[in-house]
């Protein structure tokens, strides 16, 4: 829960809820604060019902009416500076590569949504909430979603960004990610109520998937996944159903092999990635023996985050090489690279090593810190993803710095919102919605959450007028980003 709410769900009235507060941990090891019946907190496992679950939820209802979400509210001593926000994350961040940063995000309010968490954490930490903490994404907006292959080449569609992890209450995902459908529905120049329809079938669906894990055995929601294919199928835009049924083929077709061909070379017989500045580069200022030693360093570290069989099989892997690469729009300027590995001839394997900072929401929530913010990252991927790469791992480097470690692809796909019709758009925040419901009930009761939402659309409709409002607020700060970029207060560069 929020540290501004701490204490509050203590005040309940006991005559109109009939519970008392108590601080619980949930089977993700999350402690949160909510009222239990005291009654239900001493009984065995074996006796405690679905429907006082749902009732504990229920019971939410009285520090946080359901409707009371629609507002979007200003902290009493006014709202922080959107661009002061903006420019105090980029502390520690490569300054050289800021102009990218701020070039991707006054391109639109969309983009600067993408690039804006920092801004909403701070609003999302005055507005009302259940104080029901569980694992977030953090960052969760409709391009965080997309296909992957998992381990058992199972193609699922889930959430792929895990940067901003932090146990906080659940409403706050399902908020930032019904915003960016408004304002992504914007930029796609949908009419209103095509923008707002989204967000509602969003809240919508992540009720009745909510409601249907919190029916299931506590195995069969962990063993549940969304498979992409059968998503595919189920939509009724017979042209977009072809287009994703050939993207799905490319992607799955795509080897590392391929990847080597796309973004390295041999050069005076040795491989190396191939420099595309000022996104693809090779740092000059070390020293090649430095670079190897800290490499050295990091893969042991790294090493001991895997399990014991996926040791084995790094194991079998030698560095060959390693650059910098500029991704995204949040993430522009922290340490992100390549890391180029051969087993042997023409078996090669590209990771992507990404700094782990800390989270945009652990200012605003209590909770003890993981050992590392890469330990952080991981824990909150493993947790909340149906699978995860294989490669996944963290460490410390030897200079201090938090990394983590994955494949820099495998069978990736991401949405093409650009071409979305408004009927496309409602599809895509379904499947979301669902997803987004798998990935809490994981971490958190799922039985309580629906008692909470019910089963009318009061929920639905408040998180719809939050989403509207909230666009409406991230159009007013990409104006004041543009603004100070006009005013020479930020350097841009433009790579698009």
Same mark, same amino acid.
């Given at each position: 829960?929020?540290?501004?709410?701490?204490?509050?769900?203590?005040?309940?009235?006991?005559?109109?809820?009939?519970?008392?507060?108590?601080?619980?941990?949930?089977?993700?090891?999350?402690?949160?604060?909510?009222?239990?019946?005291?009654?239900?907190?001493?009984?065995?496992?074996?006796?405690?019902?679905?429907?006082?679950?749902?009732?504990?939820?229920?019971?939410?209802?009285?520090?946080?009416?359901?409707?009371?979400?629609?507002?979007?509210?200003?902290?009493?001593?006014?709202?922080?500076?959107?661009?002061?926000?903006?420019?105090?994350?980029?502390q520690g961040r490569l300054e050289k590569l800021l102009p990218i940063r701020y070039g991707?995000?006054?391109?639109?309010?969309?983009?600067?949504?993408?690039?804006?968490?920092?801004?909403?954490?701070?609003?999302?930490?005055?507005?009302?909430?259940?104080?029901?903490?569980?694992?977030?994404?953090?960052?969760?907006?409709?391009?965080?979603?997309?296909?992957?292959?998992?381990?058992?080449?199972?193609?699922?569609?889930?959430?792929?960004?895990?940067?901003?992890?932090?146990?906080?209450?659940?409403?706050?995902?399902?908020?930032?990610?019904?915003?960016?459908?408004?304002?992504?529905?914007?930029?796609?120049?949908?009419?209103?109520?095509?923008?707002?329809?989204?967000?509602?079938?969003?809240?919508?669906?992540?009720?009745?998937?909510?409601?249907?894990?919190?029916?299931?055995?506590?195995?069969?929601?962990?063993?549940?996944?969304?498979?992409?294919?059968?998503?595919?199928?189920?939509?009724?835009?017979?042209?977009?159903?072809?287009?994703?049924?050939?993207?799905?083929?490319?992607?799955? /077709?795509?080897?590392?092999?391929?990847?080597? =061909?796309? #973004?390295?070379?041999?050069? &005076?017989? +040795?491989?190396?990635?191939?420099? $595309?500045?000022?996104?693809?580069?090779?740092?000059?200022?070390?020293?090649?023996?430095?670079?190897?030693?800290?490499?050295?360093?990091?893969?042991?570290?790294?090493?001991?985050?895997?399990?014991?069989?996926?040791?084995?099989?790094?194991?079998?892997?030698?560095?060959?090489?390693?650059?910098?690469?500029?991704?995204?729009?949040?993430?522009?300027?922290?340490?992100?690279?390549?890391?180029?590995?051969?087993?042997?001839?023409?078996?090669?394997?590209?990771?992507?090593?990404?700094?782990?900072?800390?989270?945009?929401?652990?200012?605003?929530?209590?909770?003890?810190?993981?050992?590392?913010?890469?330990?952080?990252?991981?824990?909150?991927?493993?947790?909340?993803?149906?699978?995860?790469?294989?490669?996944?791992?963290? /460490?410390?480097?030897?200079?201090?710095?938090? =990394?983590? #470690?994955?494949?820099?692809? &495998?069978? +990736?796909?991401?949405?093409?919102? $650009?071409?979305?019709?408004?009927?496309?758009?409602?599809?895509?925040?379904?499947?979301?919605?669902?997803?987004?419901?798998?990935?809490?009930?994981?971490?958190?009761?799922?039985?309580?959450?629906?008692?909470?939402?019910?089963?009318?659309?009061?929920?639905?409709?408040?998180?719809?007028?939050?989403?509207?409002?909230?666009?409406?607020?991230?159009?007013?700060?990409?104006?004041?980003?543009?603004?100070?970029?006009?005013?020479?207060?930020?350097?841009?560069?433009?790579?698009?």
């Amino acid at each position: 829960m929020t540290k501004k709410d701490e204490g509050t769900l203590e005040h309940l009235k006991a005559e109109k809820s009939g519970v008392h507060s108590h601080t619980v941990t949930s089977g993700g090891g999350i402690h949160s604060k909510f009222p239990i019946d005291a009654a239900f907190l001493g009984k065995p496992a074996h006796l405690r019902t679905r429907n006082d679950r749902y009732e504990l939820g229920r019971a939410l209802r009285e520090h946080c009416p359901r409707a009371e979400h629609a507002e979007f509210k200003v902290a009493r001593k006014g709202r922080p500076d959107p661009v002061q926000l903006i420019m105090a994350s980029n502390q520690g961040r490569l300054e050289k590569l800021l102009p990218i940063r701020y070039g991707r995000m006054i391109v639109s309010p969309f983009a600067h949504f993408r690039g804006a968490a920092t801004i909403m954490a701070s609003d999302l930490s005055v507005q009302p909430a259940t104080g029901y903490a569980l694992q977030a994404c953090g960052d969760c907006h409709l391009l965080n979603f997309g296909a992957f292959a998992t381990p058992e080449r199972r193609i699922v569609f889930d959430i792929n960004d895990f940067d901003e992890t932090f146990p906080a209450p659940w409403e706050w995902d399902l908020k930032r990610l019904a915003a960016s459908f408004v304002i992504a529905s914007r930029h796609n120049g949908f009419r209103a109520a095509d923008c707002v329809a989204p967000a509602f079938e969003l809240a919508q669906s992540y009720r009745n998937k909510m409601r249907e894990y919190a029916e299931m055995p506590a195995l069969e929601a962990w063993y549940s996944f969304l498979d992409y294919q059968q998503l595919i199928e189920m939509g009724e835009d017979e042209r977009l159903k072809k287009r994703r049924r050939r993207m799905l083929e490319k992607a799955m /077709a795509r080897t590392h092999q391929d990847e080597f =061909i796309r #973004i390295a070379h041999v050069e &005076d017989g +040795k491989p190396r990635i191939k420099d $595309e500045p000022p996104l693809v580069y090779h740092e000059t200022d070390q020293k090649s023996a430095d670079l190897y030693e800290r490499v050295e360093h990091t893969m042991i570290e790294y090493r001991k985050s895997l399990s014991p069989e996926r040791r084995v099989l790094i194991d079998r892997y030698e560095f060959v090489d390693a650059a910098m690469k500029v991704v995204g729009v949040g993430s522009v300027g922290t340490y992100c690279a390549i890391a180029l590995f051969f087993a042997a001839e023409n078996d090669p394997l590209f990771l992507q090593v990404k700094e782990a900072r800390t989270s945009v929401l652990e200012p605003y929530v209590d909770h003890p810190p993981f050992a590392s913010q890469g330990e952080r990252v991981v824990f909150g991927q493993k947790l909340m993803q149906a699978a995860s790469d294989m490669f996944l791992g963290h /460490a410390v480097g030897k200079l201090g710095r938090h =990394i983590y #470690i994955r494949q820099l692809r &495998d069978v +990736k796909i991401k949405p093409m919102i $650009e071409i979305f019709a408004p009927e496309n758009m409602v599809g895509f925040a379904q499947a979301c919605g669902w997803a987004l419901a798998r990935a809490h009930a994981r971490s958190g009761d799922a039985a309580v959450i629906a008692g909470y939402i019910g089963k009318n659309a009061v929920f639905a409709r408040a998180i719809a007028q939050f989403a509207t409002r909230y666009a409406d607020q991230n159009e007013l700060d990409h104006a004041a980003l543009i603004e100070a970029v006009r005013d020479l207060r930020l350097d841009v560069y433009s790579d698009i």
